[in-house]
């Protein structure tokens, strides 16, 4: 498995015009991906932490990635967008096919897998020192992307209103993205990841360090966006799960064995008629 002391150095690109996402216009259905998981092992040094992994996520919905703290999810999102090699003692066998092509295949360089895939963190993680705008289009110049000023101005716009926070910093984008509350910094953070114009964007856990209201904007953002960009979240949240998820996958791990799936599928029947007991007694809460 090869790894990049800088992912993003190799990478010079010209902005394409913005597009345009109205109601009017229907799903933007060109851009929709569907993501691919085949047997996906995974290891840390010597300790194995996923044994072949497969799973699809499919094009335009939200899959939500269920299952107790050690299982694993976390590991499988970062192989979804080669973040897993910048581990220095990290492995990894198996494919993740994007349209059917494998972003691990060694012809392929890891700007490829960063400009398609984005991630949004547990943890809101704006750059304080830099305004808002400057935060929406900082991905530009990590990917060697550039952009005329105007061109800038209206991706800004546009990515502020996809992640539902325009109406609240419109008048004041040269304010520090470091000074938002809590919610408003992750959906920057969400804006930021737009910007690059993924197909999939990976959330882990976005919601666990914020309040009940915020989380509630958050998961309304996540289903408009849901419309334009295939969506994957990692989440301990059983009820977040059920409200924002199309599809679900159920993690399971042992003290002496990796995580692997134990049960995916429609997320309504997951959570009323689960196949396997274990699926059962974890969504039910009497355990995790």
Request: hydrophobic share 40%; proline share 6%; aromatic share 4%.
């Amino acid at each position: 498995m090869t790894s990049a002391s800088s992912p993003y150095a190799d990478a010079t690109t010209v902005l394409p015009p913005v597009p345009s996402y109205s109601p009017a216009d229907g799903v933007n259905t060109s851009a929709l991906a569907e993501i691919e998981a085949r047997g996906i092992t995974a290891w840390f040094g010597q300790h194995k932490v996923l044994d072949r992994v497969s799973l699809t996520m499919p094009a335009g919905g939200i899959t939500a990635l269920i299952g107790p703290s050690g299982c694993g999810k976390s590991t499988f999102l970062r192989i979804l967008n080669r973040m897993h090699e910048l581990v220095p003692s990290a492995a990894l066998a198996g494919e993740v096919l994007l349209d059917g092509v494998d972003i691990y295949d060694p012809q392929r360089k890891i700007t490829d897998a960063r400009r398609s895939i984005g991630m949004v963190f547990q943890k809101p993680n704006p750059f304080p020192a830099m305004s808002i705008r400057e935060n929406v289009i900082a991905g530009l110049k990590l990917t060697g992307t550039r952009a005329s000023r105007s061109a800038k101005e209206e991706l800004v716009e546009q990515c502020l209103v996809r992640a539902g926070l325009w109406n609240e910093v419109k008048e004041r984008l040269d304010a520090a993205g470091g000074g938002l509350s809590g919610g408003q910094q992750q959906r920057l953070c969400i804006a930021r990841s737009l910007a690059i114009r993924p197909r999939v964007l990976l959330m882990d856990e976005p919601c666990s360090a914020l309040d009940p209201t915020s989380t509630r904007v958050i998961e309304e953002t996540m289903k408009e966006l849901a419309k334009e960009v295939t969506i994957v979240i990692v989440t301990h949240n059983m009820q977040q799960a059920a409200r924002v998820s199309d599809t679900c996958a159920f993690f399971l791990a042992s003290h002496s064995t990796p995580g692997v799936i134990v049960e995916h599928g429609d997320t309504t029947a997951m959570f009323t008629h689960p196949q396997d007991q274990r699926t059962s007694d974890y969504v039910n809460g009497r355990f995790g």
